[in-house]
């Protein structure tokens, strides 16, 4: 395999077949005549995109009948305004799992339609580590609790999805989403923006159970409000029609690939090999995340001194590794190793952390 070994966090990696395939449809969409950018979202032939792009998703996480899944504009960071405005109402209380950045910009727009509860926070511990059960303490009767799976900039990852019986979980699995089996069963609702592990920017994938649906104010905004979104097939208004096309893709890529039993399994292997070169270091390289909470998708680490971190990443960007900053507000070094990341580009990560360090 060649440089760029790309390690962005999103927009990310994209398997190859997939911009192949769209490059020529690009031109000539279904023997159209006319490319998928130019085709309307009305057309049978788009239709049947996102007919596909919602059944494939349903396959590949098995999801229950009584669940719709949906493709929205504004990104994850909508959901975290959408989700409160559509289900946190008056006189109830949602709580919100903190387990880094993105929770807590979610709990930030929450707090702003109505009453929050922090169930649980690791910021003082610096995000280093997923609660346990015994260290979350929901409020009474709660209508949603709100939990990240992966933390995208800390590198934190509930490896096992925690389960509230009685308690509705509304989950931002905007990191992981399709990169592992869920149990979607035990959610109300599970959004991701697609951009990391399953397409371009643009989409935003909600998977919301029937009877949630039901419950969504009419008085909100009509494009804020799920019910319609789910009636209307994601078609209310014109989609992010490329991005669900790219998406419906990736899907198909996943299910040709062996469904996410399998990529989970890589995803794991892929990890392992960063992992192996952090903890075989001697204390040279730093993981962020205890270790029991460590993502299979986003490494962070740091470089026991600062000047040889700069040094480390000056090297790897001159040696074609893309997107091995940190997130602005964290710095030290990120590997995000998502689905089409290829195993060798953890190969050559391992290779070089090991001849840097000498
Ligand atoms: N949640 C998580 C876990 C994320 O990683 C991100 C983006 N990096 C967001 C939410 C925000 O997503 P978007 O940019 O699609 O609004």
């Known amino acids: 395999m060649q440089p760029p070994y790309n390690f962005n966090a999103g927009p990310a990696v994209l398997p190859k077949s997939v911009l192949e395939e769209a490059q020529r449809n690009l031109l000539d969409f279904n023997g159209t005549g006319m490319s998928i950018l130019e085709i309307s979202h009305r057309s049978k032939d788009f239709e049947a ?3 596909e792009a919602e059944a494939l998703a349903k396959e590949l996480l098995s999801i229950p009948d009584n669940y719709r899944v949906l493709f929205l504009q504004g ?3 909508l959901q975290f305004s959408m989700v409160p405005m559509n289900f946190l109402a008056e006189g109830r209380t949602a709580d919100y799992v903190l387990t880094g950045s993105w929770s807590e ?4 727009e929450a707090e702003k339609t109505g ?4 169930a649980a926070s690791g910021k003082v511990a610096g995000y280093k580590h997923i609660p346990t059960p015994a ?8 209508v949603y609790v709100h939990i990240t799976s992966n933390n995208t900039i800390y590198g934190t990852q509930w490896r096992d999805l925690p389960a509230f019986p009685g308690t509705p979980i509304v989950a931002d699995m905007s990191s992981d989403m399709l990169s592992r ?6 959610y109300a609702v599970i959004y991701a923006g697609l951009q990391k592990n399953a397409g371009p920017a643009g989409a935003t994938m909600v998977i919301i159970r029937d009877d949630w649906l039901e419950r969504c104010p ?13 009636k209307n097939n994601s078609l209310y208004n014109t989609p992010p029609v490329f991005a669900i096309y790219i998406s419906m893709l990736v899907m198909r890529w996943l299910k040709a690939g062996g469904g996410l039993g399998e990529m989970a399994k890589r995803n794991a292997a892929k990890a392992r090999i960063v992992y192996d ?3 075989g270091s001697g204390g040279f390289y730093v993981g962020h995340a205890e270790p029991g909470s460590r993502s299979v998708m986003n490494i962070t680490f740091r470089v026991s001194d600062e000047e040889k971190e700069k040094e480390f990443l000056a090297l790897a960007k001159a040696k074609g590794f893309v997107g091995l900053n940190g997130h602005r507000s964290v710095g030290g070094v990120r590997a995000s190793t998502y689905n089409a990341l290829p195993v060798e580009a953890c190969e050559a990560l391992a290779g070089l952390m090991r001849e840097f360090r000498g």
Do not use: C, F, Q, W
Request: negative net charge; glycine residues 2%.
């Open 49 to 51: 995109v996102v007919t």
């Open 75 to 77: 990104g994850a960071s």
């Open 105 to 108: 910009k979610a709990l930030a």
């Open 115 to 118: 009453s929050a509860h922090v």
């Open 135 to 142: 260290e979350i303490a929901l409020s009474d009767d709660p």
């Open 181 to 186: 089996p869920v149990n979607v069963a035990d």
């Open 218 to 230: 009419k008085t909100l905004p009509t494009m804020l409000r799920y019910d319609v979104m789910a």
């Open 277 to 279: 070169a952090i903890d």
